[in-house]
């Protein structure tokens, strides 16, 4: 639906848009002209081939790059993410691939990496260790994560422990859009299992969440929609209880289109 539908219909505008980006690297475009909407309260899966810009336009959403052309809208504003301190200011979080934690540094002090809590003001504030440590067991409580002791190092816990804290610290910061990259890779079945099951917390929360993934397995038990990269444009996005491997898998080998009509279900027509 374009935005001049949407706001004739009177509908909410979309929580965060990406509106014609396009990035260019040498020029290779990694991402051309897409614009892709994320409704609060969805599960957006992005996936693709190698190569099909998936991480490229995520890092735009993150503000870990700025788009050549285009721009990003959050609640139908038009904003433009310098940092990506710029985007979590607004409660974009994103775990990347490779979780950005802290091997040697404990559990509580990963959640508040950056953004420790103070007794008293000014330089000579000392760390309210007890305040961070109860707020670690907390938020690992309600996300249901279960782990030896907060005060473990986190380079001796195990892959899916480590995804989870690096979740559970995203959450905790007031998170409104989460995006995760890959976050099931080269986990086991079980840590794996633990992981979807996280996620789909989240998603009952109402937590708009968006999800890298080249498992399709995953990808259609936890999301609600589908967005299908190739060759750095959007092939076409789906509602996932309205498409099946197959026709991803087309999409994905450039073997089927998305039809005009596709727009409804989230991308803008233009």
């Given at each position: 639906?374009?935005?001049?539908?949407?706001?004739?219909?009177?509908?909410?505008?979309?929580?965060l848009a990406a509106r014609g980006v396009s990035k260019a690297y040498g020029g290779v475009h990694a991402v051309e002209d897409v614009t892709l909407e994320f409704p609060a309260g969805t599960v957006t899966a992005v996936v693709g081939d190698n190569g099909a810009g998936k991480t490229t336009l995520i890092k735009i959403l993150a503000g870990v790059i700025q788009p050549d052309e285009g721009h990003l809208e959050v609640d139908g504003r038009a904003v433009r993410f310098p940092t990506p301190a710029a985007a979590r200011a607004i409660g974009i979080e994103t775990v990347h691939q490779?979780?950005?934690?802290?091997?040697h540094r404990d559990v509580v002090e990963n959640l508040f990496i950056g953004r420790e809590?103070?007794?008293?003001?000014?330089?000579?504030?000392?760390?309210?260790?007890?305040?961070?440590?109860q707020e670690?067991?907390?938020?690992?409580?309600?996300?249901?994560?279960?782990?030896?002791?907060?005060?473990q190092q986190v380079r001796r816990l195990s892959g899916g422990q480590r995804q989870a804290i690096a979740i559970g610290r995203a959450v905790h910061w007031g998170s409104r859009i989460l995006i995760m990259d890959e976050p099931m890779a080269a986990l086991g079945l079980q840590e794996a299992k633990r992981v979807s099951e996280l996620v789909a917390?989240?998603?009952?929360?109402?937590?708009?969440?968006?999800?890298?993934?080249?498992?399709?397995?995953?990808?259609?038990?936890?999301?609600?929609r589908i967005a299908v990269m190739r060759l750095?444009?959007?092939?076409?996005l789906r509602e996932t209880e309205r498409t099946n491997h197959e026709e991803i898998v087309r999409m994905v080998a450039g073997l089927a289109s998305a039809?005009?009509?596709?727009?409804?279900?989230?991308?803008?027509?233009g």
């Open positions: 639906m374009s935005r001049a539908a949407t706001a004739e219909a009177g509908a909410a505008p979309p929580l490779d979780l950005s934690l802290a091997d809590v103070a007794r008293g003001s000014g330089p000579m504030g000392l760390l309210d260790k007890r305040r961070m440590q670690t067991i907390r938020v690992l409580d309600e996300l249901n994560v279960m782990i030896p002791s907060v005060r917390a989240l998603a009952a929360r109402g937590l708009t969440q968006i999800i890298v993934s080249h498992n399709l397995d995953h990808v259609f038990r936890l999301s609600t750095g444009r959007l092939a076409g039809p005009a009509a596709e727009s409804r279900h989230g991308a803008a027509a």
